[in-house]
């Protein structure tokens, strides 16, 4: 799975003007957002953003060590969200579609790319479909995978103190795979995060998760302490530097 998935499942929120945010991938950053500068991360070192004129971002630009290595766009519909990723010669790698609900909860995401020896026509790799509770939370989902990779299953409880306790099963078998207990922070974050197999009882991995915040209420420094293998693409250790658009009156 491609970096843009591992961060997923944020609340899918749209700009408005007395509360701006900017969609990079599937994060949420808060406020117009120009431009991220990054270190520790082997994928890219800044990410310039581009805007229309009526406020949501059209995508963004790709750059290591002073080049060009990729390009983002967003083609909106309703209720969906289209990402196209090119690399620096403009050739299109991947696609993404992210669809919501009325309570803008991302609700299915589609990853398209190709499938070797056709780099023409784009192909379905991966679907996953969200379906939420009462209390506007995560109660499901269903994965899906091209390679033939078993489908999963996903059941989500919450626990007063604020344990989210996530089940993966395997769908033909009705095997539970791992269970996966977080807790976020008040931004959406996950601060603690452990992952256990229950058909030995071993703990697969845990971990802690230190945030500085700036005062928009993004991120500027990530450090995990621990193993988590799901930051391995999203750089363990990091800090970026986030520069925010000049409003108009």
């Not at 059209?58 to 990402?83: M, R």
């Not at 989902?141 to 033939?148: K, Q, T, V």
Request: charged share 25%; glycine share 6%; net charge positive.
């Amino acid at each position: 799975m491609t970096f843009l998935l591992n961060i997923l499942l944020h609340l899918l929120l749209f700009p408005a003007k007395e509360n701006e945010t900017t969609l990079y991938g599937t994060e949420i950053l808060r406020g117009k957002v120009a431009s991220i500068v990054t270190t520790n991360n082997w994928r890219c070192d800044s990410i310039v953003f581009t805007y229309n004129n009526t406020g949501p971002t059209t995508g963004y630009t790709i750059f290591k060590d002073g080049k060009i290595t990729g390009y983002c766009e967003y083609i909106y519909f309703k209720n969906c969200i289209e990402q196209n990723l090119y690399n620096s010669n403009r050739k299109l790698q991947s696609r993404y579609c992210i669809e919501y609900d009325n309570n803008s909860n991302i609700i299915k995401i589609q990853e398209y790319g190709f499938i070797y020896p056709d780099t023409t026509n784009t192909k379905l790799l991966y679907e996953k479909s969200i379906s939420y509770n009462a209390e506007n939370k995560k109660a499901s989902a269903y994965e899906y995978f091209c390679d033939g990779t078993p489908p999963y299953k996903y059941k989500y409880t919450y626990s007063t103190d604020g344990i989210i306790t996530e089940e993966r099963i395997n769908a033909n078998t009705g095997t539970i795979f791992t269970i996966t207990q977080t807790t976020k922070d008040k931004y959406g974050n996950v601060v603690e995060v452990s992952e256990t197999m229950p058909k030995d009882s071993s703990e697969w991995y845990s971990a802690t998760i230190d945030y500085i915040y700036d005062n928009q209420g993004n991120w500027t420094k990530r450090k995990v302490n621990g193993y988590d293998p799901r930051q391995m693409n999203a750089v363990r250790n990091c800090t970026r530097k986030i520069r925010y658009a000049k409003q108009r009156g």
